[in-house]
């Protein structure tokens, strides 16, 4: 299909999109315990990520909402140490519409008690904003967040202080210091990170 697609930006799109949708399946049902459909399910879903979408004739939004929804149903690790990499194309406008997205998302699968999904929803704001250097957000997203999930946080305030705010890292920290399943990892986490615990919030 690559091979028959490659002269044909739309096509290319649809076969990788395809293929992502195969291996979901695939991996429903699949003992993949060598990980080959793993492997090939990261690279399907990376490269559909990344084509270029401006001479497929797709709607950047409609692209860029069916990519959102393709991450937080991914529920096999696959983008383990590449979580950023699937919002390498989405800056600016898209890149507000990609968060109100995933917000409007992880409301909608709460109400249906799809707790673990509205949780993964709310984990790809955080990495949409390390991707588009979206600084002034971090902190948002992390109190969105909260401690039950620590690897986001961690991830925000790193990429904080390597863009040497780390003030932003402490305010990170901070936003995400509320009862939760991962509240005192973080609290040492943000010891080792900034030198202190989380700042408690001024009323």
Aim: hydrophobic share 45%; charged share 25%; proline share 4%.
């Amino acid at each position: 299909l690559q091979r028959q697609t490659a002269k044909d930006p739309a096509a290319r799109l649809a076969a990788q999109r395809a293929l992502v949708a195969w291996c979901y399946g695939a991996m429903r049902r699949c003992d993949d315990s060598y990980g080959v459909i793993g492997e090939l399910a990261r690279e399907a879903l990376l490269t559909y990520a990344k084509l270029p979408i401006g001479s497929s004739g797709i709607a950047a939004d409609d692209w860029c909402e069916d990519l959102c929804e393709l991450l937080v149903w991914e529920d096999w690790g696959l983008l383990y140490r590449h979580e950023t990499e699937p919002f390498a194309q989405i800056r600016g406008a898209l890149a507000e519409q990609a968060e109100a997205f995933l917000l409007a998302l992880s409301d909608e699968l709460r109400g249906q008690r799809l707790r673990y999904e509205a949780g993964e929803a709310l984990q790809n704001v955080a990495y949409l904003h390390i991707a588009a250097g979206r600084l002034a957000r971090f902190a948002q997203a992390a109190g969105e967040i909260g401690s039950d999930h620590w690897m986001p946080i961690v991830a925000l305030a790193q990429a904080a202080i390597q863009r040497g705010r780390r003030e932003i890292a402490r305010d990170v920290f901070a936003a995400a210091d509320r009862p939760g399943l991962q509240r005192d990892h973080l609290r040492q986490r943000c010891i080792d990170l900034t030198g202190s615990p989380p700042p408690t919030p001024t009323s």
